[in-house]
């Protein structure tokens, strides 16, 4: 069993159902925090890579969420999981859909955002993924 299957399996005992409001990648917000609503549904792994399915409830309990949503994490180490924050120590590469991606290259960081296209930064000392 591959870790990214080890954690995919702890996370869906330890933290399915988990409302987010910030996700940090490396330190750097993708989404305004606390502006959005977000519950992991599930996990799963292919591979080195551990998926993170996310439905946006940002309109309300009631209201239809959004599904669908997928974070990705590549070659994953070192996970924290609970109902109230997950957190995964380092990675290869964090993407999030077509429009937000984050990948180490050597002591930098390589960021994708919208039409901004690999922007290298340095490697801040910062989980490669919090959601809480």
Do not use: C, Y
């Not at 409302?19 to 305004?32: F, H, M």
């Amino acid at each position: 069993m591959s870790n990214a299957e080890t954690m995919a399996d702890e996370i869906n005992k330890k933290a399915k159902g988990l409302k987010a409001g910030t996700v940090e990648v490396w330190g750097i917000q993708p989404v305004r925090p606390d502006d959005w609503l977000f519950v992991l549904v599930g996990a799963k792994a292919e591979g080195d890579r551990l998926d993170l399915l996310i439905d946006d409830k940002t309109q309300g309990e009631g209201a239809a969420a959004e599904p669908g949503l997928t974070l990705s994490i590549h070659e994953p180490q070192g996970l924290r999981a609970s109902k109230k924050k997950l957190e995964v120590a380092s990675a290869s590469k964090v993407a999030w859909g077509k429009d937000f991606a984050a990948a180490k290259k050597g002591e930098k960081l390589e960021v994708s955002s919208g039409s901004q296209k690999n922007q290298p930064r340095d490697l801040p000392a910062a989980p490669a993924l919090t959601l809480r």
